[in-house]
């Protein structure tokens, strides 16, 4: 499963949650990809997603316009693996 | 001179007697066609003479002792029309409905609007809709746009009131309670009132200042920040004297049966939990229309939080009977600041409450994400987002908005017209949304016009130095209807389908919204994009395309007695069987597409539904979903005989056996007895698929 970060070009929290969000797919072996809602915003709008940055993993939005700690997003994601 | 019509009447020897229009008895003159035709319509002198010569031998060939003007016209229209003089035609024919039809409705009524009691104003409103209609299509539309009309391409709204009035409005009722109301606009006809000094009189202003507006608007009126800007009036007092105000203030609305011909005002609010931050600073209007810099809307944080309650306190009470209130419909914003308030969970188990018993409140969400701070949800579903200026106007005490004019796509039409082909599909989108376009930009002139001549009285009323209604100010709406059918018909898969049904679907309207901000930037107006409450346009464009296209048309309902129907705008078809968050997902996706307003419904099975579990769905549907604006419907048969009210849709009452009951269901954005719908949403209401909590 895919970890997705939703972005937007002038959107200052997005760097952060990008860097985030990379970590955190680094070391769980995940495979990682960034989506921008204004280039594909129909993919966005699949996830339910219309603000930056948002995180899904897989299908599942696990944050929506916020940036989580490192360890907010790690605990997300393993209480999904399992 | 005429010569002798009757041989048997001497007295009717010489003059063939008309009764005329002004229901006076005349001489027949062939001289007055003349004149007529060369004033009305333009004409030649020479042509008139020759059409009246020509109509004077055609009655004498009738041999009547009287003939009627109406029909002197018609018989001109023929010998118009025999000169192909079409346009000549237009501007002479006559107005108006056959007997037949006049005495259907004085004796029957009509069930097209859900809104309309058969009652004696709303006869007088049936007859006068029928004439205005006839003159907005034939008068203020030129050919092809009413005849896209006709054949069912678009669907033009409230044609009734095309040429009178504007759509709806969203109020700042500061500025009544600074300035006084004039409910005329100008205060020659009617009594001019001050600024409110007490909460009573505050009270029944915001509700008559939305009764004076609905007589200049065809559409809903309604108040944004409610309870806040309401609060200062609540200071010191008792919770139980604030309930009563909040009680007045629903009655008021709930009752004066007297807007648009006998119909409630068509009305919300919005209540806030507490002082929202955008309007904390904000100096606040105090009895009186007074104004102090140094104490602002922040200082009545408890007011405002009372006040919702007693609010919402007297929608789970329900009227004397027991009945809920469907007007004003009240819109609960849903903000983030909220959930770090004390007793907001409290009070949205309140609300919820009244979810359960009734259905009645309306959810905003600003948790999606795209929804700026401030929205206006109004009427239908209305949600308007503001701009730069609207800011200004909500520092200066006077936010305002509204949308001008609804015109609908009817999307399954392109589908079968364009034969699969996506480039097609595309282009004849972009062609009905440029009929829209024309049809409101003529609509734009209208109220212009009618603003000049005065009779959009209280629209003009002085707003430092700017009128109250600023034409270029409001959104010009498109809507559409039947994307799920629009896309079985093009793709073989309906909206819940498949990924890519879903997928091309969000093109077609996202097309609609890149088109419409286009426009917006082309003119400097706003172009919005909406999901059209469709009561009557679903009904009719599915019927007209099972017409149009038979064997190709995707229609839902009861092809056989033509109880036929299009799913509203871009919803899951009603009958689906999807489990609800799923369908709340698709349709959330297009909710930030449709700048202009959006609406999902979740039908309830349940007769009472556990309030808590509900508000566990609100918050998911709020954090989890793009959904902006929704509300829960649940159904409810009323006994007649024994006043019970019960949920469901029930042939008999539980309570005491009668089948004297009468049921309650939202048709589209409101709340209206079953018994006014149309067959198409009848048959709609049967199909829905509702969900049981557990
Ligand atoms: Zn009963």
């Given at each position: 499963?895919?970890?997705?970060?939703?972005?937007?070009?002038?959107?200052?929290?997005?760097?952060?949650?990008?860097?985030?969000?990379?970590?955190?797919?680094?070391?769980?072996?995940?495979?990682?990809?960034?989506?921008?809602?204004?280039?594909?915003?129909?993919?966005?709008?699949?996830?339910?997603?219309?603000?930056?940055?948002?995180?899904?993993?897989?299908?599942?939005?696990?944050?929506?316009?916020?940036?989580?700690?490192?360890?907010?997003?790690?605990?997300?994601?393993?209480?999904?693996?399992? | 001179?005429?010569?002798?019509?009757?041989?048997?009447?001497?007295?009717?020897?010489?003059?063939?007697?008309?009764?005329?229009?002004?229901?006076?008895?005349?001489?027949?003159?062939?001289?007055k066609?003349?004149?007529?035709?060369?004033?009305?319509?333009?004409?030649?002198?020479?042509?008139?003479?020759?059409?009246?010569?020509?109509?004077?031998?055609?009655?004498?060939?009738?041999?009547?002792?009287?003939?009627?003007a109406?029909?002197?016209?018609?018989?001109?229209?023929?010998?118009?029309?025999?000169?192909?003089?079409?346009?000549?035609?237009?501007?002479y024919?006559?107005?108006g409905?056959?007997?037949?039809?006049?005495?259907?409705?004085?004796?029957?009524?009509?069930?097209?609007?859900?809104?309309?009691?058969?009652?004696?104003?709303?006869?007088?409103?049936?007859?006068?809709?029928?004439?205005?209609?006839?003159?907005?299509?034939?008068?203020?539309?030129?050919?092809?746009?009413?005849?896209?009309?006709?054949?069912?391409?678009?669907?033009?709204?409230?044609?009734?009131?095309?040429?009178?009035?504007?759509?709806?409005?969203?109020?700042?009722?500061?500025?009544?309670l600074?300035?006084?109301?004039?409910?005329?606009?100008?205060?020659?006809?009617?009594?001019?009132?001050?600024?409110a000094?007490?909460?009573?009189?505050?009270?029944l202003?915001?509700?008559?200042?939305?009764?004076?507006?609905?007589?200049?608007?065809?559409?809903?009126?309604g108040?944004d920040?409610?309870?806040?800007?309401?609060?200062?009036?609540?200071?010191?007092?008792?919770?139980?004297?604030?309930?009563?105000?909040?009680?007045?203030?629903?009655?008021?609305?709930?009752?004066?049966?007297?807007?648009?011909?006998?119909?409630?005002?068509?009305?919300?609010?919005?209540?806030?939990?507490?002082?929202?931050?955008?309007?904390?600073?904000?100096p606040?209007?105090?009895?009186?229309?007074?104004?102090?810099?140094?104490?602002?809307?922040?200082?009545?944080?408890?007011?405002?939080?009372?006040?919702?309650?007693?609010l919402?306190?007297?929608?789970?009470?329900?009227?004397?009977?027991?009945?809920?209130?469907?007007?004003?419909?009240?819109?609960?914003?849903?903000?983030?600041?909220?959930?770090?308030?004390?007793?907001?969970?409290?009070?949205?188990?309140?609300?919820?409450?009244?979810?359960?018993?009734?259905?009645?409140?309306?959810?905003?969400?600003?948790?999606?994400?795209?929804?700026?701070d401030?929205?206006?949800?109004?009427?239908?579903r209305?949600?308007?987002s503001?701009?730069?200026?609207?800011?200004?106007?909500?520092?200066?005490?006077?936010?305002?908005?509204?949308?001008?004019?609804?015109?609908?796509?009817?999307?399954?039409?392109?589908?079968?017209?364009?034969?699969?082909?996506?480039?097609?599909?595309?282009?004849?989108?972009?062609?009905?949304?440029?009929?829209?376009?024309?049809?409101?930009?003529?609509?734009?002139?209208?109220?212009?016009?009618?603003?000049?001549?005065?009779?959009?009285?209280?629209l003009?009323?002085?707003?430092?130095?700017?009128p109250?209604?600023?034409?270029?100010?409001?959104?010009?709406?498109?809507?559409?209807?039947?994307?799920?059918?629009?896309?079985?018909?093009?793709?073989?898969?309906?909206?819940?389908?498949?990924?890519?049904?879903?997928?091309?679907?969000?093109?077609?309207?996202?097309?609609?919204?890149?088109?419409?901000?286009?426009?917006?930037?082309?003119?400097?107006?706003?172009?919005?994009?909406?999901?059209?409450?469709?009561?009557?346009a679903?009904?009719?464009?599915?019927?007209l395309?099972?017409?149009?296209?038979?064997?190709?048309?995707?229609?839902?309902?009861?092809?056989?007695?033509?109880?036929?129907?299009?799913?509203?705008?871009?919803?899951?078809?009603?009958?689906?069987?999807?489990?609800?968050?799923?369908?709340?997902?698709?349709?959330?996706?297009?909710?930030?597409?449709?700048?202009?307003?959006?609406?999902?419904?979740?039908?309830?099975?349940?007769?009472?539904?556990?309030?808590?579990?509900?508000?566990?769905l609100?918050?998911?549907?709020?954090?989890?979903?793009?959904?902006?604006?929704?509300?829960?419907?649940?159904?409810?048969?009323?006994c007649?005989?024994?006043?019970?009210?019960?949920?469901?849709?029930?042939?008999?009452?539980?309570?005491?056996?009668?089948?004297?009951?009468?049921?309650?269901?939202?048709?589209?954005?409101?709340?209206?007895?079953?018994?006014?719908?149309n067959?198409?949403?009848?048959?709609?209401?049967?199909?829905?698929?509702?969900?049981?909590?557990?």
């Amino acid at each position: 499963m895919k970890l997705i970060v939703f972005t937007k070009k002038d959107c200052p929290q997005c760097p952060n949650a990008k860097a985030i969000a990379k970590e955190v797919a680094e070391e769980l072996g995940l495979e990682y990809e960034e989506i921008d809602i204004e280039k594909d915003l129909i993919t966005a709008l699949q996830f339910n997603v219309a603000s930056t940055p948002s995180i899904a993993f897989g299908e599942e939005v696990l944050f929506r316009g916020e940036v989580p700690t490192k360890e907010q997003l790690k605990q997300e994601i393993l209480k999904l693996m399992k | 001179m005429p010569e002798t019509f009757d041989t048997e009447y001497d007295h009717n020897k010489e003059f063939l007697t008309v009764r005329t229009s002004r229901n006076m008895l005349e001489s027949f003159d062939r001289r007055k066609i003349v004149q007529s035709l060369i004033k009305e319509t333009g004409i030649s002198k020479e042509i008139a003479e020759e059409i009246a010569l020509e109509v004077e031998e055609t009655i004498k060939k009738l041999k009547l002792k009287f003939i009627s003007a109406p029909l002197i016209r018609e018989i001109v229209n023929v010998k118009l029309l025999e000169r192909r003089l079409e346009d000549a035609r237009r501007d002479y024919t006559r107005l108006g409905l056959p007997v037949y039809d006049a005495t259907q409705i004085i004796e029957k009524g009509v069930r097209e609007n859900a809104n309309l009691q058969h009652n004696p104003e709303t006869i007088h409103k049936l007859v006068a809709d029928w004439v205005m209609k006839e003159y907005a299509l034939l008068k203020a539309l030129p050919l092809h746009l009413a005849d896209a009309h006709m054949r069912g391409e678009i669907h033009i709204h409230d044609l009734e009131y095309f040429v009178t009035r504007p759509y709806c409005f969203q109020h700042d009722l500061r500025w009544f309670l600074k300035n006084g109301l004039k409910v005329d606009g100008t205060g020659e006809n009617t009594a001019v009132a001050g600024p409110a000094k007490n909460a009573e009189v505050a009270i029944l202003h915001a509700a008559k200042a939305l009764a004076a507006a609905q007589t200049n608007f065809a559409g809903g009126q309604g108040l944004d920040f409610f309870n806040v800007w309401l609060a200062p009036y609540m200071a010191g007092k008792t919770y139980k004297e604030i309930k009563q105000l909040a009680q007045m203030f629903i009655y008021e609305l709930s009752q004066m049966y007297v807007a648009r011909g006998g119909q409630v005002v068509f009305s919300d609010i919005d209540i806030e939990y507490g002082v929202p931050k955008i309007c904390q600073d904000l100096p606040a209007v105090l009895p009186g229309g007074v104004v102090k810099d140094s104490i602002t809307y922040g200082d009545f944080e408890e007011e405002a939080i009372m006040f919702a309650r007693a609010l919402t306190e007297v929608y789970l009470e329900g009227d004397y009977v027991g009945k809920p209130f469907f007007f004003p419909k009240p819109n609960y914003k849903l903000r983030r600041e909220c959930f770090k308030k004390e007793g907001f969970d409290e009070f949205m188990i309140l609300v919820h409450k009244v979810v359960a018993k009734y259905g009645s409140p309306y959810f905003l969400n600003l948790l999606a994400g795209y929804l700026p701070d401030n929205v206006f949800a109004q009427c239908c579903r209305l949600v308007l987002s503001p701009d730069n200026t609207d800011w200004e106007d909500f520092k200066n005490g006077c936010m305002r908005t509204g949308s001008l004019q609804v015109v609908t796509i009817n999307l399954p039409r392109i589908a079968y017209e364009s034969n699969g082909n996506d480039e097609k599909l595309f282009e004849l989108l972009e062609e009905r949304m440029k009929l829209a376009r024309e049809v409101i930009e003529i609509k734009r002139d209208i109220i212009l016009k009618r603003m000049k001549q005065g009779s959009l009285p209280f629209l003009t009323q002085d707003v430092n130095g700017e009128p109250y209604y600023r034409v270029d100010k409001v959104v010009r709406s498109i809507g559409f209807v039947g994307l799920n059918e629009m896309l079985k018909a093009h793709t073989g898969e309906e909206l819940h389908e498949s990924k890519d049904a879903w997928r091309f679907g969000l093109e077609v309207i996202k097309r609609m919204m890149d088109i419409a901000m286009e426009w917006s930037e082309e003119t400097g107006q706003r172009w919005v994009i909406t999901q059209t409450p469709a009561e009557s346009a679903s009904h009719r464009l599915a019927l007209l395309d099972l017409k149009e296209f038979n064997g190709k048309a995707v229609v839902q309902g009861d092809v056989k007695t033509g109880a036929v129907y299009y799913t509203n705008s871009s919803h899951v078809r009603v009958s689906a069987d999807v489990p609800l968050f799923e369908r709340l997902r698709i349709e959330g996706a297009f909710h930030p597409l449709c700048n202009g307003g959006m609406m999902a419904h979740v039908w309830i099975g349940e007769s009472s539904p556990n309030p808590e579990l509900l508000w566990e769905l609100t918050k998911k549907i709020a954090t989890k979903t793009l959904i902006g604006y929704w509300a829960y419907t649940k159904d409810m048969t009323f006994c007649r005989d024994c006043k019970n009210l019960s949920g469901g849709i029930k042939k008999s009452c539980p309570n005491c056996g009668s089948s004297n009951v009468e049921w309650y269901s939202r048709v589209t954005g409101y709340y209206q007895r079953v018994s006014g719908w149309n067959d198409g949403k009848r048959k709609e209401l049967f199909d829905r698929k509702r969900v049981n909590l557990g």
